[in-house]
């Protein structure tokens, strides 16, 4: 009794300093987030004002209405929502088929193809970027939603984490199903895509937010001011000598709550995608 009484308070003693550990870790993290949405509700004067004030000693609304008096919020969150909504669609039906095949198909040149697939994890966006331009342009998709989905569409990174989910599946399963004569689509979506709902949910998050958050491949790959994206909008309050930072922290925040909401809404299924794709991968 005396020897379980001793472990539990040896356990007790080593959590301690590892939970204060985590929490100031999440203090990091919270307090500049914190800090945008306290400052989104402040007036330009208190933003800028030293000492700086943490708490708003005034509330208003006047950075929201500026932000939609500066451009048109309501168009390029409508494409914003376009392009995260279409690469996502895309990117689960590709990166998920991908990942399939790569889990249940024998074929010739499949481990090369496959570290092939990986070894593009390596290469930075900003090296392919003029390239992908060219092509984009050359198939007359530039300044269109297709321009900005397509090229984002199969990410090497989902494909390793479907790869990853789907190798956990026992292909006997698939086998049961085709003596059913089940199709092989039918084994995909009906059999095999359930099996692995945490990973599908994680694709889904990573892709939207990767999508709702991009501020390069936009700005590169459109000109016309109604094609702009809410990022490539919001880009408009940070100028080479000036910030306007009441209206830049309005719209961060108005960017960022889809992102909390869906973030809370599968946090469950996104860490439990990205857990099984780390230790089957």
């Keep these: 009794m005396k020897k379980k009484k001793a472990i539990k308070i040896k356990n007790i003693t080593i959590s301690i300093p590892i939970f204060i550990v985590l929490v100031i870790l999440a203090l990091l ?54 392009y995260a909504g279409g690469t996502t669609l895309l990117a689960v039906v590709v990166n998920s088929m991908a990942g399939y095949a790569y889990a249940f198909y024998d074929f010739k040149g499949k481990t090369g193809l496959f570290l092939m697939t990986l070894a593009t994890m390596m290469v930075p966006f900003q090296v392919i970027m003029v390239p992908l331009f060219l092509v984009v342009f050359k198939m007359g998709m530039y300044d269109s939603y297709w321009g900005l989905i397509i090229p984002r569409v199969a990410v090497a990174g989902s494909i390793f984490m479907m790869r990853a989910a789907f190798s956990g599946i026992p292909k006997e399963l698939a086998e049961a199903a085709r003596i059913d004569g089940l199709s092989e689509m039918g084994i995909f979506w009906r059999i095999m895509m359930p ?38 909008g919001l880009a408009l309050f940070i100028g080479q000598n000036t910030i306007e930072y009441g209206a830049a922290f309005a719209g961060a925040l108005i960017s960022l709550l889809p992102m909390f909401i869906l973030y809370m809404a599968g946090q469950k299924y996104f860490v439990e995608g990205m857990a099984s794709a780390g230790l089957k991968g």
């Design 29 to 82: 993290v919270l307090v500049p987030v914190i800090w945008m949405t306290l400052s989104a509700f402040k007036p330009e004067k208190e933003i800028i004002s030293w000492p700086p004030t943490f708490i708003p000693k005034s509330l208003t609304l006047e950075n929201f209405v500026d932000v939609q008096d500066r451009i048109n919020i309501l168009r390029y969150m409508l494409n914003s929502i376009i």
């Design 195 to 232: 099996q692995v709902k945490p990973a599908a949910i994680t694709l889904v998050i990573l892709s939207i937010n990767g999508s709702w958050n991009d501020l390069l491949w936009p700005m590169i790959v459109t000109s016309r001011t109604e094609m702009r994206t809410l990022a490539n």
